[in-house]
């Protein structure tokens, strides 16, 4: 067996995450979490890593010792770091901003190094000048394999994600769409992210020019990986109702998930609320899958919140929809 073929071996998909049901208010509607906190790098992003490996393997970009090569940070880097370990590889990852082992150590616990390049968009160049191959997350953005595990645990009428890379609504997007699924698509979208306004304007090259404060979603651009015919709602969040909401989710689950999470939870909710007023039914599923110590110092933690002058209050009161009568 040659390495390629060994390595198409170890790329094959993982355990099934498990789907967690969370009771709401309202009759007739089920909401459900897939909890993808549940891989073994703990969020969706390995997903999306193991199919950015298998594509460059079989497409002779990645081949024994090879030195792969990413611009990133966060879960990401983390499953990218997993995956090249398990493949023997030399592992890269540039980050933006200035060094810190809270982001660099999960990435060398795996074998992997961390370079930190300031401004934070220098980190794209940056990594292309390593010698080795770029995964370029964003400009490969790889579907993978949710949909078909999902669609096999569950029928739903919605199912919710953020949006990064994009990968992960085409992904669903297009299942649901060449298997004629009654389901849709919707897209949980954080301040500042341009994927809200791009497709409600339908403008492919719309840009904010500014950051997300939401790990791991928006974009201040649109991204050539985000699909916006294969998604039916984009539904905007503001940063303090993600943060609400991803409380709620550790309430629930006893994980400390990040915003991500709370975000596309949020836009859940809301789905359920015009379901309600329309006397609609039916099954609501949220992706979440963020989960990390980190997070209680981020959004679990009431001075990080009031820093950035985040006012949880009426989105924790609005979040009572999700708690069972007398909960």
């Known amino acids: ?59 002779g970009l990645i081949g024994e010792g090879t030195t792969v090569v990413e611009a990133t940070g966060g879960n990401a880097a983390v499953a ?18 200035k060094r810190g082992e809270q982001r660099a150590r999960p990435v060398g616990e795996l074998g992997g190094e961390c370079r930190f390049v300031t401004p934070p968009p220098a980190i794209y160049d940056a990594a292309r000048r390593i010698e080795g191959h770029f995964l370029d997350q964003f400009g490969r953005a790889a579907e993978h394999d949710l949909a078909e595990e999902l669609f096999g645990q569950i029928k739903p009428d919605w199912v919710v994600t953020g949006a990064g890379t994009g990968a992960t609504s085409a992904t669903l997007g297009r299942w649901v769409r060449e298997r004629g699924e009654r389901c849709r698509v919707a897209v949980a979208d954080p301040e500042n992210s341009a994927y809200f306004p791009g497709w409600t304007l339908d403008a492919p090259d719309y840009a904010t020019g500014m950051p997300s404060r939401i790990e791991g979603i928006g974009r201040p651009r649109m991204e050539p990986g985000f699909r916006p015919d294969l998604v039916d709602r984009v539904i ?57 110590d ?18 949880l209050a009426p989105y924790t009161a609005r979040l009572s929809l999700l708690r069972p009568v007398g909960g």
Do not use: C
């Not at 709620?248 to 015009?274: D, F």
């Open 236 to 292: 905007p969040v503001p940063d303090a109702a993600s943060t609400a909401a991803a409380r709620h989710i550790r309430e629930i689950t006893g994980a400390p998930v990040g915003g991500s999470s709370g975000t596309a939870l949020w836009a859940a909710l809301e789905l359920i609320e015009r379901m309600r007023e329309r006397g609609e039914t039916g099954t609501v599923v949220s992706l979440i899958g963020d989960a990390a």
């Open 1 to 59: 067996m040659s390495w390629n073929e060994r390595a198409l071996k170890v790329l094959t998909a993982g355990e099934v995450t498990p789907l967690i049901d969370v009771p709401v208010r309202v009759p007739g509607v089920r909401l459900v979490l897939k909890d993808e906190s549940a891989q073994p790098t703990g969020s969706l992003r390995h997903r999306h890593a193991r199919a950015l490996f298998r594509q460059a393997v079989r497409d």
């Open 80 to 97: 990218q770091a997993w995956h090249a370990r398990r493949l023997g590889l030399p592992y890269i990852v540039v980050m933006p901003g």
């Open 294 to 311: 980190r997070h209680l110092t981020t959004y679990h933690d009431d001075g990080w919140a009031a820093e950035r002058a985040l006012d």
